[in-house]
């Protein structure tokens, strides 16, 4: 059979567009002519004018065929997300970070972390028994009727200690400018000339024959310089000291002791 292609349709129905196109007996429509035929709303007959049954049938599917919905599709539920936690704590020395602290580790200051066994941690703990030491030979000296004088000069000592603990955990810089009533020009003064301002010579060793209170106030003496040599230790990074206003401090606390003790011996304290 001959084929009737959409190229002839078109050539043949360009003057005009019928209602119906009859397709001559003894020839078929290509698929893309009966579709262009389709497209033009034009009716599609045999060569016996009897209308396509194809088409009939094509249009008979198509109005039994049922409306088809797509289906609603319900909005995804909400998910809480839980917000990233952040590490709460540093390392001093390497710089990680942990969401808990460990139990090995301590603060040093803020959430700045070091183990327990620091340096840093070390001096503190030598800065701490120091305190309590002073408060025990405090005691001491009171109940041995000493004067109140010298337990105020102590005490003084005292609030010093506690100032540095504070301000070295909160990492805030220390300074007193007085001790025992002395600048720090006047201690390092009075301490190197003791003959001068007490008619006592520097630095007497302590013994037995001087009494309990001169030891207990060279026992104070002493742990001050363990402290001060502590701190140089903790504060040492590489050529040069962090805190030197501590380290400082301290040596001047260790004059402050060695006067303490140039005054009792001059009987300064003598009520």
Known sequence: MKV???????????????????????????????????????????????KNLVKKAEEEQTAEKPEIQATKVLPMPEVQVEKEAKPKFVDYDTGAYYYEKPEHMTHLYGNTLVPKDHKRIFFRGKLDSLETLFVLNQTL??????????????????????????CDVMNEPFRREFIIGL???????HSHNPMKFYKIKQMVLP??????????????????????????????EGRTYAREDIIEELNRMSSAMHIIMCKYLAEAYKE
């Open 183 to 189: 600048s720090h020009a006047e201690l390092r003064e």
């Open 207 to 236: 013994d037995y024959t001087l009494g309990k209170a001169y030891a207990l106030l060279n026992q104070l003496r002493a742990a001050v310089r363990e402290v001060e040599v502590a701190a140089a230790t903790a504060f040492h």
């Open 4 to 50: 009737i292609t959409e190229a002839i349709l078109r050539s043949e129905l360009r003057a005009s567009t019928p209602e119906a196109y009859t397709v001559p007996e003894g020839k078929i429509l290509s698929p893309a002519a009966r579709e262009y035929l389709q497209q033009c709303k034009i009716r599609i007959e045999d060569g016996k004018g009897k």
């Open 141 to 166: 000296l009171l109940e041995m009727g000493e004067s109140q004088k010298l337990i105020d000069d102590l005490q003084d000592v005292l609030v010093s200690l506690r100032e540095m603990m504070r």
